[in-house]
């Protein structure tokens, strides 16, 4: 796919000053591959004991909670746009006189028109608000649709954007339902368009729907396996041209009886309502980009999904400024795939350090790597420079792991540097350490520990899930992959065992895991067959929704290969081995990049966006602002740069 990437960065007041910022990246929205449950939620238990739908304000700043056994909508008012745990409940409410059961609700975009399912009657009603958004001024225009003709017990409702399509969804089949409306948001003109699509092999009971802003990607929320599913459209807002990504996130741990279902505008919140805990539940499912321009004059980005770019502090009302974004085209295939890797001739020997290593870890943005051993029971710290580049590893320092254990097989941080985790084979346990300074093992300390012999023989390797819910410990005694549930994240004392996969028929000499960062990848290295044993996961995160697909032997390099990791882009992989004492690096494949989005506040010269750049052609893009970063008048100021 050919597309894009923010090459040198951001420019301001024309000169690059030298100062490169970091910036906070992200992925874009509507992404349930990296979602994480948020630790924020709402009670809506003071009211509605019986929630069946959500539903927020365009601006974010308020919340709509249905009520189904006694037919009230609830509004809230967030002081904090999109923070559910802002909410408050300030008396604002409509009780709906109709004689059904109410399931679900959709307002139009100016909040000026309200739209109620009606369960028992398999029929969709309208009411006018004369306050927009706000609820107590509803009324009944007397105006309604049938769908019994294809629904019997209508689960949830949605309407398109510009109000000529609307979708009902079924809950004796599981099955989407689309009508088209030959007048936005009228209802009198309303018919079935034979379009519908079935969701039932997914996830049953679905009673929670949305789509993203574009139309091209649909969310169903299914109460029967308590899971979020996600499907892209190739023609948007039609639905019978919808398929399943593959891609699932489940909200099991925060609710078991998941019915409503809604994202903020962007697609970087996602919000569940449940019947278990009468509670908003909040996940984060993409960030945008923030380029901060009071702290520096050049920032780099090299996104890899979809990407809001957002401007933050520019100079003071009146103040111009300008900077400018180089944009390269690029032709990218794909990564994590054992199917095209390749070792790439580039090594590193840590026997200076280490003569029987066990574990291997990078700093994220590959500025450091780390490797476990035997010899000294110790962590080794290497600096990187140029990142991801082993040949420049230097060694910088070492922190002992040998009052915990003699015998350290497994590595592992958390996301943001200030935890440590090794995984030992004697005790069989796994021990947390902090860390006060992010990525510096010289301030670790040692902090509890978690005993896993109830299910594993011999621990070798040692994961965590992202967001810290869940561990993962390699039993090289039995051949398992065990999985724990973790109640507090990254609290290993809040571990309890959940379940396991056997990789016996693959690895019976496992000494490694790894897994692709949205979990629906799982890799195994061990020294049985040299080799790299690659898993799919349909489910993400659960392992015993894996399947194996494809090895890949590291023989060649390395007959004792104890552990792996991938950079996050997945385009290189890295083994450790104790047959040589080295570190060796391996192409993966390449990134699929998707596309970048700007500010809302942006005019664009021409009045649209310039289109992405062709493969190995860079367009400069010039911006400025006249007030303070409000407005940003923008062209593209060049092409085929050198």
Do not use: C, H
């Not at 301030?443 to 594993?456: I, M």
Request: cysteine-free.
């Amino acid at each position: 796919m050919s597309d894009f990437v923010v090459k040198n960065g951001l420019q301001l007041g024309g000169s690059v000053k030298g100062n490169v910022g970091t910036v906070t990246l992200g992925t874009g929205g509507y992404n349930l591959g990296i979602a994480a449950y948020d630790g924020v939620s709402f009670s809506v238990s003071s009211q509605a004991t019986i929630p069946s739908d959500i539903v927020f304000d365009p601006s974010g700043t308020k919340m709509y909670i249905l009520e189904r056994q006694n037919k009230i909508i609830y509004q809230y008012a967030l002081s904090t746009a999109w923070d559910v745990s802002t909410a408050s409940y300030g008396g604002t409410s409509f009780t709906i006189s109709l004689a059904g059961i109410i399931y679900g609700i959709a307002f139009s975009p100016d909040g000026t028109k309200l739209f109620m399912l009606d369960n028992s009657f398999a029929s969709v009603r309208r009411f006018s608000l004369s306050s927009a958004w706000n609820v107590s001024t509803a009324s009944d225009d007397s105006s309604s649709y049938s769908v019994y003709s294809q629904v019997s017990g209508g689960y949830a409702i949605v309407l398109s954007p510009d109000g000529t399509k609307m979708y009902v969804m079924a809950g004796n089949n599981s099955t989407l339902y689309q009508y088209t409306l030959s007048t936005a948001f009228d209802l009198g003109g309303v018919s079935y368009s034979g379009k519908s699509f079935n969701v039932g092999t997914q996830g049953n009971q679905p009673f929670g729907i949305s789509f993203n802003g574009d139309g091209t990607k649909l969310f169903t929320l299914s109460n029967g396996q308590d899971s979020v599913f996600q499907y892209s459209l190739s023609t948007a807002y039609d639905i019978s041209t919808a398929s399943y990504d593959s891609v699932s996130f489940s909200v099991t741990t925060q609710e078991t009886v998941p019915i409503g279902l809604a994202f903020n505008s962007n697609g970087s919140k996602m919000y569940v309502v449940g019947n278990t805990n009468d509670t908003v539940f909040q996940y984060t499912t993409g960030i945008s980009a923030t380029l901060d321009l009071s702290t520096a004059d050049a920032f780099e980005i090299t996104p890899t999904v979809d990407l809001p770019l957002a401007f933050s502090n520019p100079p003071a009302s009146g103040n111009a400024q300008s900077f400018s974004i180089a944009l390269t085209g690029v032709d990218f295939g794909s990564s994590y795939d054992l199917a095209n890797a390749s070792y790439d001739s580039v090594s590193f020997s840590v026997a200076g350090q280490e003569t029987s290593p066990t574990g291997l870890f990078f700093k994220p943005d590959g500025t450091k790597m780390y490797a476990l051993g035997l010899s000294g029971d110790d962590v080794n710290e290497y600096n990187l420079s140029p990142a991801w580049d082993i040949t420049t590893a230097s060694y910088a320092q070492n922190f002992s792991v040998s009052t915990q254990t003699g015998y350290p097989q497994a590595i592992f941080f958390k996301s943001d540097g200030t935890k440590m985790y090794i995984a030992a084979q004697l005790p069989g346990k796994v021990f947390e350490y902090n860390l006060s300074t992010a990525w510096d093992i010289s301030t670790a300390s040692y902090l509890q520990a978690y005993d896993v012999t109830a299910q594993v023989g011999v621990s070798k390797g040692l994961s965590f899930k992202p967001d810290g819910t869940k561990m993962y410990v390699l039993d090289a005694s039995y051949f398992y992959v065990n999985e724990y549930s973790l109640s507090t994240a990254w609290d290993i004392s809040s571990s309890s065992y959940t379940q396991n996969f056997y990789v016996g028929n693959q690895e019976y000499d496992a000494s490694g895991i790894f897994f692709k960062p949205d979990g629906n990848k799982m890799y195994v290295v061990g020294y049985q067959g040299d080799d790299i044993n690659e898993y799919s996961l349909s489910t993400a995160w659960n392992i015993t929704t894996a399947s194996y697909v494809r090895v890949f032997s590291v023989s060649s390099q390395d007959t004792y290969p104890m552990d792996l990791f991938f950079k996050p882009d997945g385009t290189k992989m890295y083994v450790i081995g104790t047959g040589t004492n080295s570190v060796y690096q391996y192409s993966t494949g390449s990134v699929d990049i998707a596309t970048i989005t700007y500010p809302s506040s942006t005019v664009w010269s021409g009045g649209t966006a310039p289109a992405s750049p062709a493969d190995g052609v860079t367009d400069l893009l010039t911006f400025y602002t006249e007030d303070g970063g409000n407005t940003y008048y923008s062209f593209k100021a060049g092409g085929a740069l050198a």
